[in-house]
């Protein structure tokens, strides 16, 4: 049977996305919501592609939110992944086995600064959690400063160090967490303008510091870039600021690569791009290619204050650490970060081009393939229902691109790193089209 799309569909009978969504509220937590008003069923990835099932084809340009860095379905990790669950799937890491330590050393080579030690779980949540257990053990105070608009997932204490409302289910979240404004210079928490402003978003650290702690708190967590913000990304000099407070306190800088981590910004984690180095990473996502693993990584020094008994039942377990040490290989292999860099610019030029014609497109910012496109209205208010419209629409002609902002109102583009050149112009041609047909 051949699809619409022109691919052989296997001899399969789909649910299809109606069913799906009444399967979902009969049996999934009403929490798990879904993008658009009319869903596809996707059954079929290949590299910067999905295939829905009906047949239709897609490009991917949002990656299972800065997941498939390497591609759907990449053939050369895939075979080594296949090869594993062939071999041996699972013994705790409790136990002896070559993957989990050989991806450890891989990862002290390919992180910034003398990060060494690595604790290996499977979520993000898990890994910014285990995060700011290592800095409490290793300053002896768990008071913890965030910032606003921040998302550091789904436990109780990632709850509580968000600063989105909406990602906090929790009414009763944690104590002693204190936030900052976050460097959102499109729409800046304290109406500064960029060139004048002497990064006093990066300032305020001190006061909170000063007015609302002990003095010495125990973490500074952010995203590098803030991903679920609407793809925010901080001023020159405002990483080096923040990294000269914390000093004088003695508090640790946690840096949040869940996102940005594994070449997604044209360098191998983020925080590379602002020239500072943290004390602690929290790395997820990509790492996995969709494989489930995560981790937290520091230096000897804070690392080898963790003494108490610790284990992840499935955390860097021989399938996992497999698809790790084969997304590293991959990425370097195929230079994935100049891959990133180049297709990054291309991309926001671009949008800049079609933001001459179109004003609802209020700001674009970004580094790398993680780009994002604020939506606005005349009065700079957020624009949400329009990109949902707009979204809509490119998804029926072939494209999936992500949404994020607290106002829900940025186009977020954050496609594998394996996209072309002629990837980025079929969407920016397709974008453009579907604007000046809404006139927007």
């Known amino acids: 049977m051949i699809g619409s799309g022109g691919i052989i569909l296997a001899e399969h009978t789909y649910l299809g996305p109606e069913a799906i969504i009444e399967k979902k509220k009969k049996y999934i937590m009403p929490?798990?919501?879904h993008f658009y008003k009319e869903p596809r069923q996707f059954v079929r990835g290949s590299m910067q592609y999905l295939y829905d099932s009906e047949g239709r084809k897609y490009l991917d340009c949002f990656a299972g939110v800065s997941v498939m860095n390497c591609g759907h379905c990449n053939p050369e990790i895939t075979k080594k992944v296949q090869e594993q669950v062939g071999t041996l799937q699972h013994v705790c890491n409790i136990y002896l086995t070559e993957n989990f330590v050989n991806l450890a050393e891989k990862l002290a080579e390919v992180t910034p600064g003398k990060l060494q030690k690595t604790f290996f779980c499977s979520t993000g949540s898990e890994a910014t959690e285990g995060a700011l257990l290592l800095a409490s053990i290793y300053t002896g105070n768990?008071?913890?400063i965030a910032l606003r608009n921040g998302l550091h997932g789904r436990t109780k204490l990632g709850m509580s160090v968000t600063g989105i409302q909406m990602w906090r289910t929790d009414e009763n979240p944690v104590g002693g967490i204190h936030f900052a404004p976050n460097p959102y210079c499109y729409r800046c928490p304290l109406g500064k303008k960029r060139e004048t402003c002497d990064l006093a978003c990066a300032n305020m650290i001190e006061d909170v510091i000063q007015t609302s702690t002990a003095g010495h708190p125990g973490a500074f967590i952010a995203e590098t870039i803030q991903g679920n913000a609407g793809i925010v990304v901080p001023p020159e000099g405002y990483f080096q600021r923040v990294k000269e407070i914390l000093a004088q306190h003695n508090t640790l800088f946690i840096a949040d690569e869940v996102q940005t981590g594994f070449g997604r910004t044209?360098?191998?984690?983020?925080?590379?791009n602002f020239g500072v180095v943290p004390d602690i990473m929290a790395v997820a996502k990509a790492l996995g290619n969709?494989?489930?693993?995560?981790?937290?990584?520091?230096?000897?020094e804070i690392a080898d204050t963790y003494t108490r008994p610790g284990a992840s039942t499935l955390g860097g377990n021989p399938v996992s650490t497999t698809a790790g040490l084969a997304v590293l290989d991959y990425?370097?292999?195929?230079?994935?970060?100049?891959n990133a860099s180049e297709r990054g610019e291309q991309l926001r030029a671009g949008l800049r081009e079609i933001q001459k014609r179109h004003a609802i497109i209020g700001d674009i910012r970004g580094l790398g393939l993680m780009t994002g496109?604020?939506?606005?209205h005349t009065d700079k208010s957020p624009a949400a229902a329009e990109l949902d419209d707009v979204l809509e629409t490119l998804k029926d002609r072939g494209f999936i691109i992500g949404k994020n902002g607290v106002a829900r109102n940025v186009m977020a583009f954050q496609p594998p790193l394996v996209i072309t050149a002629e990837d980025i112009d079929n969407v920016l041609n397709a974008l453009e089209m579907v604007l000046t047909e809404k006139k927007l």
């Open 31 to 33: 929490c798990l919501g």
């Open 142 to 144: 768990n008071e913890i």
């Open 266 to 272: 044209g360098r191998m984690f983020a925080i590379e």
């Open 290 to 300: 969709g494989a489930p693993i995560s981790a937290f990584i520091s230096t000897v």
């Open 331 to 338: 990425i370097e292999k195929h230079d994935l970060c100049q």
């Open 373 to 376: 496109a604020e939506f606005v």
